[in-house]
């Protein structure tokens, strides 16, 4: 099982950008999906997170700018960010909780991160 993160890069504060999120391999059903950041120094927080129903949670941070939606045909996550500001750089980390066969239980898997940057 892999998770390929991707739309991460450079935007001037203020802007906006998409981030995807796709799972391949052996999946079976993919329970929760999320996105968490990690800035220089400082530890991986989580950013927002959404149920195979369509539920989701924000950071505080995050809410009424980030808008974390999900694809369960294409087994996508993402995450469209507006109004950016400079305290919004981080690599960006995607996550899934996955199970490969009906008899195994979800486990939790991590995308391998995608850079944003705002500046000006």
């Known amino acids: 099982v892999q998770l390929q993160a991707s739309g991460g890069g450079l935007v001037q504060p203020g802007g906006s950008l998409r981030l995807s999120c796709a799972a391949s391999?052996?999946?079976?059903?993919?329970?929760?999906m999320g996105w968490y950041r990690q800035a220089p120094g400082k530890q991986r927080e989580l950013v927002a997170t959404i149920t195979s129903g369509g539920s989701t949670t924000y950071a505080d941070s995050a809410k009424g700018r980030f808008t974390i939606s999900r694809e369960n045909a294409k087994r996508t996550v993402y995450l469209q960010m507006s109004n950016l500001n400079p305290e919004d750089t981080a690599v960006y980390f995607c996550n899934a909780e996955i199970r490969e066969a009906s008899w195994r239980p979800h486990m939790n898997y991590w995308g391998s991160g995608t850079q944003v940057t705002v500046s000006s």
């Open positions: 391999g052996s999946i079976f059903s993919i329970n929760a």
